[in-house]
């Protein structure tokens, strides 16, 4: 069920990750290397920040999570407080620097709308409604942030602990739950994979937010929006073990530039490596790259649109074919020949294709990326002809 007022569309790029699909066996392709270590093994009651037992209904608590899935077991867990989420797909589309909180849900609603998730009202609507659900905290004596260790979550939460630096929040404790495992679920996608019992019995190893962390994710998230990636790698090169996962998910963002071999982010590399492999149903390629990932943050809808930009224009890297009025299920991917020249490092899609695309505050427009990624050596490499 969703949630009242929120699109489904804006939902389900946020949370069909965490449901993800009937996987097909084993996938016959390694996993993609990454620059990154796995992500580490996080113990909610470790860490020096202190822990906040104690009996929630004695108090005026809200809890902020990552999604419906999320918020649904902690209201049928039977945890006292006001439920809400916040959901926008950061990952997605233009994050720019300096804008005002009105001016800058209209930019993401146009984003979310022209894309397809639903219409811009509606998308203002609903961005606007969790916005002010994390700027009533100061109403509550506790916030509890519910997260998990993805690039999609952790760009939330770095957003919204930048909102909280520097703010009086009254009488309100700010407190943090982010895993990414638990006991006994495995593999651990989510929050949304646990049982209501499961989310309860995490309540009791909330930390307190200290501002070590808010400081770190006001400069993460700064960096994030900021038109020139260099702050990401900055952050990098930083101790980041205040918010343990964080590393891991900027690293994944850098990924998303295109590679200096091929043009290629890692996300449309791997639908590339997916189909070579045999994978030629969107429902198994979806799943086979979904396997490809350390930490999952990808909703269908997303991967569908970066299907869709690689199978567009004159010299496309694939071919999605299907029959009138049948679903997507069915749609019959295919590799072309330019796909494999690309996929094989003979070609590059930046060159074949052009970009006019966001990655937080970068705009990569032209026929060439100001920015590219070296998966080798681990860093970006800036193109002096760039536009």
């Given amino acids: 069920m969703t949630e009242p007022g929120i699109p489904r569309a804006v939902d389900t790029a946020a949370l069909l990750r965490k449901l993800g699909v009937s996987l097909p066996g084993p996938v016959a392709i390694q996993k993609t290397t990454s620059a990154t270590a796995p992500a580490p093994r996080f113990d909610p009651l470790g860490g020096p920040a202190r822990s906040l037992r104690g009996d929630l209904s004695s108090k005026k608590v809200l809890h902020i999570t990552n999604g419906d899935m999320a918020a649904d077991r902690l209201r049928l867990a039977g945890v006292p407080g006001t439920v809400s989420i916040t959901a926008d797909v950061l ?30 009202d509606r998308c203002l609507a609903t961005l606007t409604a969790w916005d002010h ?13 519910w997260f ?31 895993i990414g495992e638990f ?11 646990l049982t209501p019992e499961q989310m309860a019995s995490l309540v009791d190893r909330r930390r307190h937010v200290n501002e070590g962390q ?27 073990s205040a918010l343990p996962f964080l590393a891991g998910a900027l690293r994944r963002h850098l990924e998303e530039f295109p590679s200096v071999q091929n043009g290629l982010s890692r996300t449309e590399r791997q639908a590339l490596l997916g189909v070579a492999a045999g994978h030629t149903t969107f429902e198994t390629l979806f799943a086979a790259t979904q396997r490809m990932e350390e930490r999952i943050f990808l909703g269908d809808t997303s ?57 937080g505050g970068v705009h990569l427009q032209g026929s060439e990326a100001a920015w590219r990624w070296d998966a080798e050596a681990g860093r970006l490499v800036r193109r002096a002809d760039g536009s």
């Fill in 91 to 120: 990952h997605e589309g233009p994050a720019p620097a300096g804008l005002p909180p009105e001016r800058w849900r209209k930019v993401r609603a146009r984003y979310l709308a022209e894309s397809g998730y639903d219409d811009y």
């Fill in 133 to 145: 659900q994390i700027e009533s905290a100061p109403e509550y004596d506790e916030v509890v942030l």
């Fill in 148 to 178: 998990e260790h993805d690039l999609f979550d952790q760009l939330l939460l770095i957003r919204i602990l930048d909102w909280f630096a520097g703010r009086n929040l009254g009488r309100a404790e700010l407190s943090l739950l982010c």
């Fill in 183 to 193: 006991p006994g679920v495995e593999p651990f996608h989510g929050l949304g994979d």
């Fill in 214 to 240: 808010k400081l770190l994710a006001r400069d993460a998230w700064r960096a994030f929006c900021a038109s020139s990636p260099t702050g990401l790698e900055e952050i990098l090169r930083r101790d980041t």
């Fill in 303 to 359: 991967f569908l649109r970066n299907l869709r930009v690689l199978a567009s224009g004159s010299r496309p890297l694939l071919r999605l074919e299907s029959a009138p009025g049948s679903s997507l299920r069915s749609t019959r991917i295919t590799l072309t020949a330019t796909g494999r020249d690309v996929l094989e490092n003979r070609d590059d899609w930046v060159h074949i294709h052009g970009l006019d695309h966001w990655l």
